[in-house]
């Protein structure tokens, strides 16, 4: 039995060539990228062998023949010593040129108006995406062959928007936004990952990118997209709760957290801050969401951001239906 018995380790069989070189090319980016990375990885190796090399056979070839051997006075050689700085000075600056001029095109977000904008969320665990006509996802789709920028903003801590298919990766900020942009070159579904430690479910944030055939069909699924479909009421009002980020400051389950707790939250007598007093109902339920400083509990802070625009008299509806059951018992 040996010292570092480590099980979980693949065997070298288990490895496909897929895991030790690059990753499937799947954006304008990624040809250039690997194109730079092979180049500078085989001018390394041949300058690591022909270094070692040349160094093990002077090794041999000039050592110390017998204690008596007399070395020679310095030399120098000054064809030589410009030759060996000047040809990597050469090298070492054509690879800070390619790279810069990759960095700065992944840098640039294109600001024609045909590029899809879609903002994203960062937040302990998850992504969200929200595309122009306001719907929101947890997987980002895309169109092939169409220039994509992603508005990245984080709600909580540092993470970082890693697609190793598409080679990008930025680090997503809380208190800034960052933009990145990207043209995938096939559809397909491929991995969407945080590369940025952000706390114990870290290698859980995980999510896809869906990249449809082309424009046209993108634009069809974003039109018929309805995460609520095929769902009772009351479970479409649970996803309405959870995707809006409700839960961030409520709970259905009696405990007030930021906000009061939303269990029992109809029909029961409130006093507010102004002093006035009402028994709520489900139009107290939707005021608060739409308009939150309209009424303010007392004893908590106005900190509820309004989500007029941001939610539809539907998805009150379903919200209104999933309150009304939590607070049952
Ligand atoms: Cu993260």
Not at 129 to 144: K, W
Not at 210 to 217: F, G, P
Not at 279 to 306: H, I, Q, W
Request: hydrophobic share 40%; aromatic share 12%.
């Amino acid at each position: 039995m040996g010292l570092l018995n480590i099980p979980s380790l693949p065997s070298m069989s288990a490895l496909q060539p897929q895991d030790i070189w690059m990753p499937e090319q799947a954006s304008t980016f990624a040809e250039n990228v690997d194109w730079l990375f092979y180049g500078i990885l085989y001018i390394c190796i041949f300058f690591f062998v022909l270094v070692t090399a040349l160094t093990v056979y002077f090794v041999v070839k000039y050592r110390r023949k017998s204690p008596m051997q007399e070395t020679g006075g310095p030399t120098h050689n000054w064809f030589l010593e410009i030759t060996w700085c000047a040809i990597p000075l050469a090298i070492v600056g054509w690879m800070w040129f390619e790279g810069f001029r990759g960095f700065m095109e992944m840098r640039s977000s294109p600001k024609g108006a045909d590029a899809l904008r879609v903002i994203v969320n960062a937040q302990k665990w998850s992504w969200d995406f929200t595309y122009p006509n306001g719907a929101m996802t947890q997987d980002l789709h895309v169109p092939a062959n169409h220039k994509v920028v992603l508005s990245l903003n984080s709600l909580d801590v540092l993470h970082s928007f890693y697609v190793n298919t598409f080679r990008t990766k930025m680090d997503v900020v809380p208190g800034r936004i960052n933009e990145i942009w990207f043209e995938p070159t096939m559809a397909g579904e491929f991995t969407l990952q945080c590369a940025e430690y952000c706390g114990d479910e870290h290698s859980r944030m995980r999510s896809k990118v869906i990249v449809h055939e082309d424009k046209a069909a993108f634009d069809t699924w974003l039109e018929s997209y309805d995460p609520y479909k095929g769902l009772e009421p009351i479970a479409a009002g649970k996803l309405v709760f959870e995707s809006k980020g409700c839960t961030q400051c409520h709970n259905v389950t009696g405990t007030n957290q930021i906000g009061p707790t939303l269990k029992g939250v109809i029909g029961r007598e409130r006093e507010f801050a102004d002093g006035t007093k009402m028994v709520t109902d489900a139009n107290y339920v939707r005021e608060s969401v739409l308009d939150s400083k309209a009424k303010v509990v007392k004893g908590f802070d106005p900190v509820m951001p309004n989500y007029k625009g941001r939610i539809s008299d539907k998805e009150i509806g379903f919200l209104i239906e999933y309150l009304t059951e939590v607070s049952k018992n």
